[in-house]
């Protein structure tokens, strides 16, 4: 008995099998749908896919795929897999509630439910006090609320447990200008300049500290150090011509502020002549 010749079109093009013929039109027709839909449909509609057809019957599969949702910024439906991993693990199993608190936290956070967002957070520091990613969540919350005396006391726990934290400090400075503590702010920005002496944010952050206090000449001298480190730092420009509006210099700060909306055009919905008129 011979040798089969080889089909060299594959196992769907068999002669005189029509059947099979229109099958393999079909799947391919449908291969070439499926990697349409692929290119087509954004990540985002498939987490939401993933969310409905693959419901998971563990606490480990609903955190798991809240993470997922999560990192798609469906906040809303991850926030729901996290209550209901929640509700299925052990008191005992710190660990795994920890890290859904966190998460659910996290998301109200995202979607500015600021008040939600400490309350799941306050309970996962009650479980793990000593991470400090706990606080960085809850002193956001805080900030954005106004509550900054509440705010700086969860930075600084974090800087206890992380001392000299590059966030920490940044954010803790920003906070004690918000308190009037403008000393205590550049004691914080002076130290980050320190250990960044190549980072032009923190010089631009003991301008504005300088500019809060109404020493225009001195905020324009550190705005001026941060332009030569960044000479593309649009927020330095831009708050240099402000400082220079309020020393009634207009021609010097509409140029500063042209150039500060060249670099960074979102920066024309903000205007400072308008505001001090």
């Known amino acids: 008995m011979g040798k089969e010749p080889h089909n060299i079109n594959g196992p769907y093009s068999v002669p005189g099998s029509v059947g099979k013929s229109k099958w393999r039109s079909r799947y391919n027709l ?19 896919a ?11 599969g609903f955190r798991d795929r809240a993470l997922q949702l999560a990192k798609c910024r469906k906040y809303r439906l991850a926030i729901e897999d996290y209550s209901k991993a929640l ?33 799941y957070i306050s309970k996962t520091i009650e479980m793990e006090p000593q991470n400090p990613d706990n606080y960085v969540v809850r002193a ?5 609320l106004g509550k900054w005396h509440k705010a700086l006391e969860d930075w600084n726990k974090r800087l ?26 550049l004691a914080d920005y002076h130290a980050l300049r320190q250990s960044h002496p190549s980072d032009a944010k923190y010089v631009y952050g003991c301008g504005y500290v300088y500019f809060e206090q109404a020493d225009y000449p001195s905020a324009i001298e550190e705005f001026n150090s941060a332009i030569t480190m960044n000479p593309k730092y649009a927020d330095a420009y831009f708050a240099r011509g402000h400082a220079r509006f309020r020393l009634g210099e207009t021609q010097a700060a509409s140029a500063d502020r042209e150039k500060a909306c060249t670099l960074e055009p979102s920066l024309r919905k903000k205007g400072y002549f308008m505001e001090d008129n």
């Open 87 to 119: 509700e299925m693990y052990p008191k005992y199993h710190k660990e795994s509630r920890s890290l859904c608190e966190f998460g659910r936290a996290g998301s109200y956070l995202e979607l500015g439910d600021n008040v939600s967002a400490i309350t």
């Open 30 to 48: 449908r291969l070439l749908l499926v990697l349409m839909l692929m290119v087509a449909i954004p990540w985002s509609a498939v987490a939401i």
């Open 140 to 144: 956001t919350g805080y900030s954005r």
């Open 160 to 185: 206890e447990l992380i001392p000299g934290d590059t966030l920490a400090l940044s954010m803790r400075a920003r906070v004690l200008c918000e308190l009037n503590d403008y000393e205590g702010a």
């Open 50 to 60: 993933f969310h409905w057809y693959r419901t998971p019957n563990t606490a480990d």
